[in-house]
């Protein structure tokens, strides 16, 4: 039997009772293009097809060079994973923690 502990928690997680849950985070640079049809006549589909070669290839080239790519896998509770829905990315933790205005 796998043992599961919640990540955010740190309680046991009895996957047999409970559904315990998995979360996968990914984060990578972004690659923008420039898109440019100012003439007409021209093969336009045939340009999309090269730009999206062109963005392909600039990214791979990027993540090569810069190696920024991270991806991150925790384990939670049901609680932990329904305060996590509510707010995934922690935004109002600091008014959840009520600070003083000291």
């Given at each position: 039997m796998i043992h599961y502990r919640c990540d955010r928690c740190k309680r046991?997680?009895?996957c047999q009772q409970d559904t315990c849950y998995e979360v996968h985070f990914?984060?990578?640079p972004v690659v923008q293009a420039e898109i440019a049809f100012t003439e007409?006549?021209?093969d336009h589909l045939l340009e999309l097809h090269e730009l999206l070669g062109d963005i392909e290839s600039r990214e791979a080239e990027l993540l090569a060079a810069t190696q920024t790519t991270t991806s991150n896998q925790f384990q939670l509770c049901?609680?932990?994973?329904?305060?996590?829905l509510q707010n995934p990315?922690?935004?109002?933790?600091?008014?959840?923690?009520?600070?003083s205005a000291n």
């Open positions: 046991d997680c009895n990914e984060a990578r007409e006549g021209r049901p609680e932990c994973y329904k305060q996590f990315l922690g935004q109002n933790a600091r008014r959840l923690l009520r600070f």
